[in-house]
């Protein structure tokens, strides 16, 4: 399940550890009471939620390849690793280090109060004299999406806009995006920067967004925390990553929690990386934990309410679900557990989609 993280360069490689979760509760717990199905169905809406291919988002990506091609707005986007995440490569952290300030600004003045609409010819958006933008930020225009070639129908049906501002202080660098459909806010969310030079070539960096995404029925909510520090002495990097997401009005949600060591001086860069996906549903949660050995064999535990309930081994590509009662797992329980286990997928590639606007700086 793994194995498609797009901005997880060579994740068939990736080694996973077990990171241990405590219960504070007292009552005993049934590993029996366990329930995989009943467990997806609750948070089926959530993850409906994550799979989230419309329009709007679509043109996130749009809107981050245009930003890249104006001079001067390419501050933090130097070149990626193989679709790894900016601005967590090595070289986008080297980035940072070499900048006077964290509260540079990210936006060139030449280019605040700009309305950016697309264009056929040009194929992206382009800056135009369409008044209506932000004085502090950019604004562009968002059209219908045809599904197919992931740009907008022709001819141009306008449905909305995004604005994207500087929100940042003196000491302080911050994103905020905003999209707009009618009386709709489709998007409300800001990306927060701060780094820390820790030695000659030494850096760390935090990256944070928080708000909502919403169809205008359904909002999701989201905190998402990334964290990376690079040695450029041992050219190591360590990463942290954090996010948790709910749909709001439901007590349901989930956490995602990552921690890589990554090494760019040998022929693999990735040493070791654990992940771990919280689902809880109101007092009831549920901890899926992966251990992916050198050897490819895997290793891998789920808790209910912090009892162990199933056990994983075989490999990445074929595992062995196990129920910690000795009973045998049903089909239709396995494949709620895959179901539940895809959305550590899900919630990288919506995370990808979130920060992608970062990459156009």
């Not at 690793?81 to 300030?101: K, V």
């Not at 999701?220 to 360590?238: H, I, K, N, Y």
């Not at 992608?356 to 700086?361: A, C, S, T, Y």
């Amino acid at each position: 399940m793994f194995r498609n993280l797009r901005w997880m360069p060579l994740a068939a490689v990736l080694a996973l550890a077990v990171s241990a979760c405590s219960d504070d509760s007292t009552s005993p717990v049934d590993p029996a009471d366990f329930d995989p199905v009943a467990t997806e169905q609750a948070v089926q809406d959530l993850q409906n939620r994550l799979d989230d291919d419309s329009d709007v988002m679509i043109s996130l990506g749009l809107m981050s390849d245009a930003l890249v091609l104006q001079p001067g707005a390419s501050r933090v986007a130097p070149l990626t690793l193989d679709g790894a995440p900016a601005p967590f490569t090595a070289q986008a952290i080297r980035s940072y280090s070499a900048s006077a300030s964290a509260a540079e600004p990210v936006l060139p003045p030449e280019l605040l109060g700009v309305t950016f609409e697309w264009n056929f010819l040009e194929s992206h958006y382009v800056p135009t004299e369409r008044t209506g933008a932000p004085a502090n930020g950019v604004r562009f225009i968002l059209y219908a999406i045809d599904p197919l070639t992931r740009i907008p129908t022709e001819p141009l049906t306008e449905t909305g806009y995004i604005d994207l501002t500087d929100e940042g202080g003196e000491t302080t660098t911050r994103i905020g995006l905003t999209a707009v459909s009618g009386a709709t806010t489709l998007i409300d969310y800001f990306i927060d920067l701060s780094y820390a030079i820790l030695g000659e070539n030494d850096i760390s960096v935090t990256v944070a967004a928080e708000g909502y995404v919403s169809d205008g029925q359904d909002r999701l909510d989201f905190v998402l925390t990334q964290s990376a520090t690079l040695l450029g002495s041992t050219e190591t990097l360590d990463m942290d990553f954090v996010y948790s997401l709910s749909l709001a009005g439901q007590n349901v949600s989930i956490t995602v929690e990552m921690h890589g060591e990554f090494d760019f001086s040998g022929e693999n860069p990735i040493e070791a990386a654990s992940v771990q996906l919280r689902v809880q549903n109101g007092t009831e949660f549920v901890d899926f934990e992966m251990t992916l050995n050198a050897d490819n064999s895997v290793t891998g535990l789920i808790q209910y309410n912090g009892v162990d309930v199933v056990y994983i081994s075989g490999t990445e590509a074929d595992p062995v679900f196990e129920s910690a009662t000795g009973e045998p797992l049903t089909t239709e329980e396995v494949v709620a557990l895959l179901d539940l286990f895809d959305m550590i997928e899900d919630v990288f590639d919506l995370v990808e989609d979130l920060f992608e606007p970062f990459g156009g700086f």
